[in-house]
C-alpha cells in the first residue's frame, strides 16, 4: 500500500525545514506521496517538486489558508494545485499581508503580560520575510525559558483567549475553497478535531464546506486521538466527503508523527486521491 502524506511544512511557512530537506526526510520515511502544504504559502513547491523527483518520491502542490469561520480560525487545505494560478495567489497574497501587523500587536500584548521584546524575538525564529506567525512566537517563549515547550506555548500565551492572542480576520471559507478550485486543486478541511466548537458547529462548518463545493476532510491527523479517526471517516462519508491524512509536520521532534509514522487511513472511506 502506497504511504500518503498530505500536509506539512517546510521554512517557507512555519516548518523548521527547507523545502529540500522536508522531501528527504519524507522518502527517508518511507513517504510515497507527499504534499507540501506551506500556511497561505505556494513558494516552497518549486524546490519540493525539484527534491521528490531527485528522491524518486511523488509530489502533489499544496497549501493550507486560514480561514475565519464564525469568528473561528480554521484552516483548510489546497491539493493539486498549480502553483502559477493567478487568483489563487493573490488570495494567499491577501492573507499573508496581515500577518506582520497581527504579529506586531502580539508582541504588544505578550509585553503587557510581563514579556518584554517577544516581536524582535519572534522575528529570529522567521525564516521567510513573507510569513510570520504565531509558532515563531512559541519558538521564542521555548528559547527565552517562559514556556516548556510548543503545547505550554500556546496553552499558556498563544491560544484564543490567552493573554498573546490577537483575534484576526483571514480568508473567508468560499474564498479559500473557491482559490482552490481556482486553481484546479481539491479543498480539504484540515485537522477538524481541533476547531474549538460544538458537535453542532463542526457539522455546520462541515456541511457549509460541502455546500460550497468542499472535496475532503482530514481524517488521520497528530491533532486527532485514534478513536476519532473512525468518527470522523463516518462524518466524511454522511457529507459526501472524501478521507484525507497528514502529519501536519512542522520539524524534527515538534510533530506527534514523524514521516512515514501516520496510520493508514480507516476504511470505508473514500480516500482523496482515489480520482489521482
Ligand atoms: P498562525 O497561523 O500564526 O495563527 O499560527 C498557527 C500555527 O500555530 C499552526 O499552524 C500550528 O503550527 C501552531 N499551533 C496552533 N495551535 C497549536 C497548539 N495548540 N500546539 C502546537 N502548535 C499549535
Ligand atoms: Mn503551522
Ligand atoms: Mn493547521
Ligand atoms: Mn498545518
Not at 199 to 205: C, D, G, K, Q
Amino acid at each position: 500500500m502506497r504511504r500518503y502524506d498530505l500536509h506539512c511544512h517546510s521554512t517557507r511557512s512555519d516548518g523548521v525545514l527547507t523545502p529540500t530537506e522536508v522531501i528527504r526526510r519524507a522518502a527517508g520515511g518511507g513517504v510515497d506521496v507527499i504534499a507540501l502544504t506551506d500556511h497561505d504559502e505556494v513558494a516552497g513547491l518549486d524546490e519540493a517538486r525539484a527534491a521528490a523527483r531527485e528522491a524518486g518520491i511523488e509530489f502533489i502542490d499544496g497549501c493550507e489558508i486560514s480561514v475565519t469561520w464564525q469568528g473561528d480560525t480554521v484552516h483548510v487545505v489546497g491539493l493539486g494545485i498549480d502553483p502559477a494560478n493567478a487568483g489563487l495567489g493573490e488570495g494567499l497574497a491577501s492573507v499573508r499581508a496581515g500577518r506582520d501587523a497581527r504579529a506586531r500587536k502580539i508582541g504588544e500584548s505578550l509585553e503587557r503580560a510581563g514579556i518584554p521584546r517577544a516581536f524582535e524575538g519572534a522575528l529570529a525564529y522567521v525564516t521567510s520575510e513573507r510569513l510570520i506567525s504565531r509558532t515563531h512566537f512559541a519558538r521564542f517563549l521555548i528559547e527565552a525559558g517562559h514556556v516548556r515547550d510548543m503545547k505550554d506555548a500556546f496553552k499558556r500565551y498563544l491560544a484564543a483567549g490567552k493573554p498573546g492572542y490577537v483575534p484576526h480576520a483571514w480568508a473567508s471559507l468560499a474564498q479559500a475553497v473557491d482559490w482552490i478550485h481556482g486553481a484546479g486543486g481539491q479543498a480539504v478541511i484540515a485537522h477538524p478535531g481541533r476547531y474549538r466548537v460544538t458537535p453542532a458547529e463542526l457539522r455546520a462548518l462541515i456541511g457549509e464546506f460541502r455546500d460550497l463545493g468542499g472535496d475532503a476532510l482530514e481524517i488521520v491527523s497528530p491533532s486527532h486521538a485514534p478513536a476519532e479517526y473512525a468518527s470522523f471517516a463516518a462524518i466524511a462519508r454522511s457529507h459526501g466527503l472524501k478521507g484525507s491524512c497528514g502529519t501536519d509536520f512542522h520539524g524534527p521532534g515538534e510533530s506527534r508523527f514523524d514521516f512515514g509514522e501516520l496510520p493508514p487511513l480507516p476504511g470505508g472511506v473514500d480516500p482523496v486521491w482515489s480520482g489521482w
